[in-house]
């Protein structure tokens, strides 16, 4: 069955940053996009960056432009997002998503000082 395992979440100081991981298993994982999203505390889910199949193309929404950088390892069934100069707005349960259907269980950014 499809899962998808997120990592590399924590506690960071503003301006910090860090890289979530997913690997993911169940599926062609090359054949695929893949997509980051994230939610915070009393908010709705956010779509945050997708990426193709081939990682040759990556979208961004307006609050990651500049700051995330998504990129993917198809020899690793692996997705990364890098973010960098992390805000405390950043806060967040990070989640990992292909095909519309299938999560992972997300990982929980907090940007505090």
């Known amino acids: 069955q499809v899962q998808l395992v997120e990592s590399g979440g924590g506690l960071v100081q503003p301006g910090g940053s860090l890289r979530l991981s997913c690997v993911a298993s169940?599926?062609?994982?090359?054949?695929?996009?893949m997509t980051w999203h994230r939610q915070a505390p009393g908010k709705e889910r956010e779509w945050v960056a997708e990426i193709s199949e081939s990682g040759g193309v990556t979208f961004y929404a307006n609050s990651a432009k500049g700051r995330f950088t998504m990129s993917r390892d198809n020899a690793k069934n692996t997705v990364y997002l890098q973010m960098n100069s992390l805000k405390p707005e950043d806060t967040a349960v990070y989640y990992c998503e292909t095909q519309r259907v299938y999560w992972g269980q997300g990982t929980q950014v907090t940007v505090s000082s």
């Open positions: 169940g599926f062609t994982f090359s054949r695929y996009r």
